[in-house]
């Protein structure tokens, strides 16, 4: 329960593969970033959102060109409203949780065809990041996810 208890937070309103969220503040930097597609000599748009919640916690958005939300992470001291966050791939989040040893856990990873997350931290030092890989723009690093 303790791990579940973690994954709520401070309030939240994306959902990862929908769009882009309100969180009741002004985005900190807001820029589209522009990839070369390999091998095709196109290119890829995307756009990176960063806004701090009121708990001091930055969250970051990144968007294709249709302005879907394909990765998102977070750091800061507080979790941000992870349900809220993953939007129904929540659910594999905290099903892997649930199966988990409850003491001494304070990283998740998941790694599935449809999404990939990473969770971890304690108090005050929370961070993570999650991608939808089939919704990555061609020539996207997961790397470069702050």
């Given at each position: 329960m303790l791990v579940l208890s973690l994954?709520?937070?401070a309030l939240a309103y994306a959902a990862l593969g929908s769009s882009p969220s309100n969180f009741g503040t002004t985005p900190v930097r807001q820029g589209a970033r522009t990839l070369a597609a390999a091998g095709s000599g196109s290119t890829a748009v995307y756009t990176v959102?960063?806004?701090?919640l009121d708990s001091g916690t930055v969250v970051r958005e990144y968007m294709n060109a249709e302005g879907v939300v394909f990765a998102v992470s977070w750091n800061g001291p507080a979790?941000?409203?992870l349900r809220t966050l993953l939007g129904d791939k929540f659910a594999?989040?905290?099903?892997?949780?649930a199966k988990r040893p409850k003491?001494?856990?304070s990283q998740l990873a998941v790694e599935q065809q449809d999404v990939v997350i990473v969770s971890g931290g304690h108090m005050r030092?929370?961070?993570g990041h999650a991608w939808i890989p089939g919704a990555l723009?061609?020539?996207?690093?997961?790397?470069v996810i702050e």
């Amino acid at each position: 329960m303790l791990v579940l208890s973690l994954l709520q937070g401070a309030l939240a309103y994306a959902a990862l593969g929908s769009s882009p969220s309100n969180f009741g503040t002004t985005p900190v930097r807001q820029g589209a970033r522009t990839l070369a597609a390999a091998g095709s000599g196109s290119t890829a748009v995307y756009t990176v959102s960063q806004s701090t919640l009121d708990s001091g916690t930055v969250v970051r958005e990144y968007m294709n060109a249709e302005g879907v939300v394909f990765a998102v992470s977070w750091n800061g001291p507080a979790l941000p409203d992870l349900r809220t966050l993953l939007g129904d791939k929540f659910a594999v989040l905290s099903n892997t949780a649930a199966k988990r040893p409850k003491a001494g856990h304070s990283q998740l990873a998941v790694e599935q065809q449809d999404v990939v997350i990473v969770s971890g931290g304690h108090m005050r030092a929370y961070a993570g990041h999650a991608w939808i890989p089939g919704a990555l723009p061609a020539g996207f690093d997961t790397s470069v996810i702050e």
